[in-house]
């Protein structure tokens, strides 16, 4: 006999509540039983339940760049398998960038929840593996030039069928990856949390009845959406366009540009892309999901900050998108892709964020950093005598906003992953932490200052390290709003052992980028200093609370020589150097 | 809505994927065809006929048809 549960205001909100609760403990399952850094410690996962068609019911969303590929991953393989093609015990994997993916690392992991023979929901898990072979250790080829350079692309296949493993399909991708048993390690956390989900589901199903859990995910569905709208209509009707440039693609040193018109019209807002640049040769163009998920992070950022709308897929039903295949916001086979996700991805918020400033100027941000400053390196431990692979970000500034200073040393705005503790990382990979701060004056000067970035410098401590790098806005600052300066933008150095200065890889090694390069070979005692870039400032200097200029300027986060563009300067107190 | 829809029929071995003329999406396995001035478009939903002819059409003119 099942639980009466009302689906009322009051018992949807239970509904809502255990949804989002069974995706918070799939995510915990991931973060305490993976393997690599990137899960356990850096959170560059997401973990969802969807409906039998795959809409997203649910989520424990650390990654807001996923947004755009949850749904549509499971809802398009569902379009071309047919619902068919799942039955119980069925594990799907899939990180086709044509076909749904951010790009080649992401994997998501779909599980079917059958009750009796009825396909009812999905559980999901998509998340960044940390090694998918690849031209490049780390699995991010700065200067790829195609999708096979980027890895091992796995169509929707299945890896568990009824329970079982799928060998065959097992033995392919572990023969590809460089570090097979972090990916092994990795995948098993993603299908723990599958299996949790599907318990936790069929548990809850249990509870109140299939019925009512089923209809109940499709009214909070229908709720969002209503409700999302209702925000849409309050933001003023008419178009709103702002252009960027890009500083280049990692293989060639020009720029290229994207366009945006965000029109409000009603209860829905489209961004059409239409214009933006045909997609580059290199991997900064992104993928059709991955521009979905820049426009719903900048509608969600205007219109409903504080996340009171249960996030699921009625909220993404009032956005729409013009995104041209074959252009930078939707490549196309056998265009490459990863940059596009981590470094184009946050600069498309901070365009459409540009766009929308024209409609709701109280509501948007300045420019963040807009760069996941990617490291990737790899190599045989010296202790251990196994070869390892490791993906590093960390964190930038992000830009001031019309109530406050931007945030300092955070990871993108398009991702809530959290920086590898030190400890951590040395103990897993053979690089010497000497240095590691937040860097004075590296915030845009304005009314409310961008926050700052951070800097780092290691010493590699094995025989030797292949090292790539993908980082951006190093020739292009992230910009301030409305009177806002510039942020200080990013910078990539090396030390090479017995050497006195540190100078660009570009100089040293002959890469054509200085920021963006593939498989470079350290040497022990090396040294790489990196700083990532700074937020874009909001709003005039001139108008900055004078106060909040003395403590900035006592904290170290602003010089005393900088404190003089703020106009009246910090006043009398002194600064303390950092 | 005028269009229809066409079902793809495709191999398993056709690695190929289509994409939406209007929006830009995949379009997995059928397609939703409708006249768009110049010949028939190829898109991914009724709603994509929809946003053609309220905002794309008038905003950057009639597309060529599909290939």
Same mark, same amino acid.
């Given at each position: 006999m099942n639980e009466k549960l009302e689906l009322d205001n009051v018992g949807l909100h239970v509904l809502h509540n255990a949804f989002t609760n069974i995706a918070a403990e799939m995510a915990l399952v991931m973060m305490k039983t993976s393997y690599s850094t990137i899960f356990n410690e850096g959170l560059d996962f997401s973990t969802v339940l969807l409906d039998a068609?795959?809409?997203?019911?649910a989520e424990k969303n650390f990654t807001p760049s996923m947004m755009g590929a949850i749904p549509n991953t499971v809802a398009w393989t569902l379009e071309e398998f047919g619902p068919e093609f799942f039955s119980p015990g069925d594990i799907v994997v899939h990180n086709d960038p044509y076909r749904?993916?951010?790009?080649?690392p992401e994997h998501m992991m779909m599980k079917p929840i059958f009750l009796g023979e009825e396909l009812v929901a999905f559980s999901g898990a998509i998340g960044h593996v940390a090694e998918v072979g690849g031209k490049a250790p780390g699995r991010f080829a700065s200067d790829a030039t195609d999708v096979y350079q980027e890895g091992l692309r796995l169509p929707p +296949?299945?890896?568990?069928?009824g329970g079982e493993y799928a060998e065959q399909v097992w033995r392919i991708v572990l023969a590809n990856h460089r570090t097979p048993v972090n990916t092994w390690g990795d995948f098993h956390a993603m299908i723990g949390a599958l299996n949790v989900g599907e318990r936790r589901f069929s548990a809850l199903a249990e509870r109140y009845g299939t019925e009512t859990v089923v209809d109940g995910g499709q009214r909070l569905i229908d709720y969002s959406e209503k409700r999302l709208r209702a925000e849409v209509v309050d933001l003023p009707d008419g178009k709103y366009e702002a252009e960027m440039q890009v500083e280049d693609d990692g293989v060639g040193s020009d720029p290229f540009t994207v366009r945006v018109k965000v029109v409000i019209r009603g209860d829905e807002v489209i961004a059409d892309f239409t214009g933006?640049?045909?997609? +580059?040769?290199?991997?900064m163009n992104c993928t059709f999901v991955v521009a979905l998920s820049a426009i719903y992070n900048a509608v969600f950022c205007v219109t409903d900050p504080e996340a009171l709308i249960p996030r699921n897929s009625g909220c993404y039903r009032p956005v729409r998108i013009i995104a041209p295949p074959g252009s930078v916001v939707n490549v196309v086979h056998p265009g490459p892709s990863v940059g596009g996700n981590t470094d184009l991805q946050p600069k498309l918020v901070d365009l459409l964020l540009a766009a929308l400033s024209q409609a709701v100027p109280g509501r948007v941000a300045a420019s963040s950093g807009g760069s996941s400053s990617n490291l990737l390196f790899g190599g045989t431990h010296p202790e251990t005598g196994r070869y390892y692979s490791n993906y590093h970000f960390d964190g930038m500034g992000a830009g001031g906003t019309n109530e406050k200073d931007g945030n300092d040393a955070e990871v993108t705005r398009h991702s809530n992953c959290r920086n590898t503790p030190i400890e951590v990382f040395e103990h897993r990979y053979p690089l010497l932490t000497l240095e590691y701060g937040m860097v004075t004056d590296s915030g845009g000067a304005g009314r409310h200052r961008g926050g700052l970035s951070t800097t780092r410098t290691m010493r590699v401590t094995a025989p030797e390290i292949t090292f790539s790098a993908l980082f951006d806005r190093s020739r292009i600052a992230p910009t301030g709003l409305f009177g806002g300066e510039d942020g200080l933008g990013s910078l990539l150095l090396v030390k090479r052992r017995g050497e006195d200065e540190f100078r660009s890889f570009d100089e040293v090694f002959g890469v054509a980028s200085p920021t963006k390069f593939t498989n470079v070979v350290l040497c022990e005692g090396d040294e790489i200093r990196y700083r990532t870039p700074g937020g874009g400032g909001f709003g005039d200097p001139a108008e900055r609370d004078p106060e909040a200029l003395q403590a900035d300027v006592a904290d170290g986060y602003v010089s005393r020589e900088a404190a003089g563009r703020y106009g009246?300067?910090?006043?009398p107190q002194e600064g303390t150097a950092r | 809505m005028k269009g229809h829809w066409v079902e793809f029929d495709r191999h398993w071995r056709d690695t190929d994927v289509v994409n939406c003329q209007?929006?830009?999406?995949?379009?997995?396995?059928r397609a939703w065809m409708f006249d768009g001035g110049r010949g028939e478009l190829r898109s991914c939903s009724p709603d994509c006929e929809e946003i053609y002819f309220s905002y794309v059409e008038p905003e950057h003119g009639p597309k060529e048809a599909a290939k």
């Open positions: 068609r795959g809409n997203l019911i749904g993916q951010c790009h080649l +296949v299945k890896l568990m069928e933006s640049s045909p997609q +580059v040769r290199g991997p009246a300067g910090p006043g | 209007v929006c830009g999406r995949l379009i997995p396995s």
